[in-house]
Nanobody
């Protein structure tokens, strides 16, 4: 059974870079043909997909966040990382990592709350 666990600071100041890590157990992030995604949910809003890194290391980002987003991976530690730069209070949300296949989300992390505030 694949499990995902998010980690990172719960409070980030405006204009700084948010950095979160998702550690995966029970499966490899290089296994064909999975996508390893970041998704968030702001208070009172629906889920917003941020982007993914796939089994081969290719990345794809939401157009609305692309200019501020970077997703990378560490194969030796079986984990992947989200960096979101120049954050504002609008980036306050619950952040989730997930394992996806085409058209389906297979597994979710429990989520981590990130608040952007000075």
């Amino acid at each position: 059974q694949v499990q995902l666990q998010e980690s990172g600071p719960g409070l980030v100041k405006p204009s700084q870079t948010l950095s979160l890590t998702c550690t995966v157990s029970g499966g490899s992030i290089t296994t064909n043909y999975y996508y390893w995604s970041w998704i968030r949910q702001s208070p009172g809003k629906g889920l917003e997909w941020i982007g993914y890194i796939d089994y081969g290391g290719s990345t794809y980002y939401s157009p609305s966040l692309k200019s501020r987003t970077s997703i990378s991976r560490d194969r030796s530690k079986n984990r992947f990382t989200l960096q979101l730069s120049s954050v504002t209070p609008e980036d306050t949300a619950m952040y989730y990592c997930a394992r996806e296949a085409p058209w389906v989300t297979l597994d979710w992390g429990q989520g981590t709350q990130v608040t952007v505030s000075s």
